[in-house]
Nanobody, 118 residues
Framework: QVQLVESGGGLVQAGGSLRLSCAPSESVFSFNAMGWYRQAPGKQRELVAAITNGDVTDYADAVKGRFTISRDNAKNTVNLQMNSLKPEDTAVYFC????????????WGQGTQVTVSS
């Protein structure tokens, strides 16, 4: 069973930075894509950023220019650098991984809380 272990959440003031890290129990290259989603209270889970094993990245409009997703091959992690944080970034952030073969399978971490105070 694949496990995704997240770290790096916490409380920060508006304008500050946080770095989230996701460590899968298998090689990051064994997944077609990995990324981060978030879910605020009373809202649906939404994509924040994703990276494919071909290094193609995708970002939600709300975080473009502020967040950067990257893969650290040596540490076998996928990271999300979050700068210029806003109170509306407050949410539980979930690591996500997807395999397409032999059948599509999605894996989720347990989530890490990010709280941005105004």
């Amino acid at each position: 069973q694949v496990q995704l272990v997240e770290s790096g959440g916490g409380l920060v003031q508006a304008g500050g930075s946080l770095r989230l890290s996701c460590a899968p129990s298998e090689s990051v290259f064994s997944f077609n894509a990995m990324g981060w989603y978030r879910q605020a209270p009373g809202k649906q889970r939404e994509l924040v950023a994703a990276i494919t094993n071909g290094d193609v990245t995708d970002y939600a409009d709300a975080v473009k220019g502020r967040f950067t997703i990257s893969r650290d091959n040596a540490k076998n992690t996928v990271n999300l650098q979050m700068n210029s944080l806003k109170p509306e970034d407050t949410a539980v952030y979930f690591c996500h991984a997807r395999r397409l073969s032999p059948i599509p399978v999605n894996y989720w971490g347990q989530g890490t809380q990010v709280t941005v105070s105004s």
